[in-house]
């Protein structure tokens, strides 16, 4: 699962930080998804990982 998700989140957020290199991309989803690793309720981490990326990527950009 976390690889899927992982790879939904890249690709939306490539599209949404077009200036960004996707590794800079890949980087800040992977740290999303640690961030949120043993949690008791995982149904959210994707989502969660996914906005956690996306304040990072747009404080880096600006």
Not at 56 to 62: G, I, K, M, N, P
């Amino acid at each position: 699962m976390k690889h899927t998700v992982s790879k939904r989140a890249v690709a939306s957020l490539v599209q949404q930080f077009p200036q960004l290199p996707e590794t800079v991309v890949r980087q800040a989803v992977a740290e999303a998804v640690r961030a949120y690793q043993g949690r008791p309720i995982r149904e959210f981490i994707p989502l969660f990982a996914e906005r956690r990326a996306r304040r990072a990527l747009a404080a880096d950009s600006h």
